[in-house]
T-cell receptor, first 114, second 109 residues
Framework: GAVVSQHPSWVICKSGTSVKIECRSL??????MFWYRQFPKQSLMLMAT?????????EQGVEKDKFLINHASLTLSTLTVTSAHPEDSSFYIC??????????FGPGTRLTVT | QKEVEQNSGPLSVPEGAIASLNCTYS??????FFWYRQYSGKSPELIMF????GDKEDGRFTAQLNKASQYVSLLIRDSQPSDSATYLC?????????FGAGTILRVKS
């Protein structure tokens, strides 16, 4: 149990376009989902926390108008990178938390902006 | 500022040995503690969680928690080359996890 999926697993887009990443908890209901970003050889950086039906809470320094998060249901959250630029190229990982507090990660989405 | 500290390593152990990974945390009120394994280019995988003082065993893994010393550790028995990865310690602070920078483990065959 406790499977989290992400789609797509990798995406290449042109500078200035938008990209949407989906995160789903497949076998449990996740009241809270988290979005992280990880650059090569660096640790995870929390971008935002989202609760179902509420606005996301963004970490300091993360542009909420650039990284749009929608937590539409107890099993689905989406991250949209708007007007992507090469510096947005990174490994984006979502995570979902069960009621019992364990937090599980999706497989990640590797975004390359050309 | 809530902090989680780990030795970055690399920690090198021979195959079959016990690997001991350590983590300290600053928030004395922390209640839940997690160990994740992350292979290069992959996302973190939850391998252990512990909420109470003492030891918790799961297969070759043992998590140890000492809240008085604000210390949590992970022991890996009979280490295998496939255990080579970065191990992340995480402590729940409020609604979110605070991660350490991770310890690189290398198991040599």
């Amino acid at each position: 149990g406790a499977v989290v999926s992400q789609h797509p697993s990798w995406v290449i887009c042109k500078s200035g376009t938008s990209v949407k990443i989906e995160c789903r908890s497949l076998d449990f209901q996740a009241t809270t989902m988290f979005w992280y970003r990880q650059f090569p050889k660096q640790s995870l950086m929390l971008m935002a926390t989202s609760n179902e039906g509420s606005k996301a809470t963004y970490e300091q320094g993360v542009e909420k108008d650039k990284f749009l998060i929608n937590h539409a249901s107890l099993t689905l959250s989406t991250l949209t990178v708007t007007s992507a630029h090469p510096e947005d190229s990174s490994f984006y990982i979502c995570s979902a938390r069960r009621v019992s507090y364990e937090q599980y990660f999706g497989p990640g989405t590797r975004l390359t902006v050309t | 500022q809530k902090e989680v500290e780990q030795n970055s390593g690399p920690l090198s152990v021979p195959e079959g040995a016990i690997a001991s990974l350590n983590c300290t945390y600053s928030d004395r009120g922390s209640q839940s503690f997690f160990w994740y394994r992350q292979y290069s280019g992959k996302s973190p995988e939850l391998i252990m969680f512990i909420y109470s003082n003492g030891d918790k065993e799961d297969g070759r893994f043992t998590a140890q928690l000492n809240k008085a010393s604000q210390y949590v550790s992970l022991l890996i028995r009979d280490s295998q080359p496939s255990d080579s990865a970065t191990y992340l310690c995480a402590v729940r602070g409020g609604n979110k996890l605070v991660f350490g920078a991770g310890t690189i483990l290398r198991v040599k065959s």
